[in-house]
């Protein structure tokens, strides 16, 4: 080798070391500042899809209060309501649509125990007991068509118990306390 191909050599691996001394550091101090600045402009940018999406639903708003009123209003509109009127007709209203689903499902109602109706947020609670013997099998479908009905029925406790599960027709007896909502009159 000769004197300037060694300078060369030499120079060049006088600025890789140099590269390396100054850069590795270097890159150690902003590898964290790079990701930070990275994480933050995609939070930016889902906090502005946020912002963008709160405020659509804000500037629906007034459709969406217009439509609330129009529905109060109207007193026919009454989904999801019990529809019959006084308090005593609609307790009986709910405790047939309740038996009704049990038949259908296979079970029994024992005995029912009718509630009291109390005002709640500008509804009339109406509440009933029923204690009812039902097919193990059958548990879902009825838990389903309980869960779909109109008007709608909100169980407040339910207690299940079940026989033998050996049994060839293995039953549950179960309390159920339930309850609806009706205008009032």
């Known amino acids: 080798m ?3 191909s060694i300078r060369v050599v ?12 100054v850069g590795g550091p270097a890159w150690l101090a902003l590898a964290p500042l790079i990701d930070r600045w990275s994480a933050d402009s995609q939070a930016t940018e889902t906090e502005s899809a946020a ?5 659509r639903s804000a500037a629906s708003r007034p459709v969406i209060e217009a439509r609330i009123k129009a529905l109060e209003a109207d007193g026919t509109t009454s989904a ?6 006084p308090a005593p007709a609609a307790t009986a209203a709910l405790q047939s649509d309740v038996r009704q689903l049990v038949q259908a499902s296979g079970g029994e109602v024992q005995t029912t125990q009718p509630g009291v109706a109390t005002p709640e947020h500008g509804l009339e609670r109406i509440e009933a007991g029923f204690d009812l013997t ?3 099998e059958s548990l879902p479908a009825f838990l389903g068509a309980f ?3 109109d008007p709608y029925l909100l169980a ?4 299940v118990r079940g026989s033998d599960v050996r049994a060839k027709h ?3 007896s179960i309390h159920l306390q339930v309850h609806a909502y009706r205008r009032p009159a």
Do not use: C, F, K, M
Not at 10 to 21: G, K
Not at 51 to 55: E, G, S, V
Not at 156 to 159: L, M, Q, S, V
């Open 170 to 172: 293995a039953s549950l």
């Open 147 to 149: 869960d779909a009905h």
């Open 80 to 85: 999801g309501l019990v529809a019959v009127s």
């Open 10 to 21: 030499s120079r060049t691996a006088a600025v890789t070391l140099l590269a390396i001394v």
């Open 156 to 159: 407040d406790r339910i207690e």
């Open 134 to 136: 039902l097919p193990q």
């Open 51 to 55: 912002l963008a999406a709160y405020l």
């Open 2 to 4: 000769n004197a300037a």
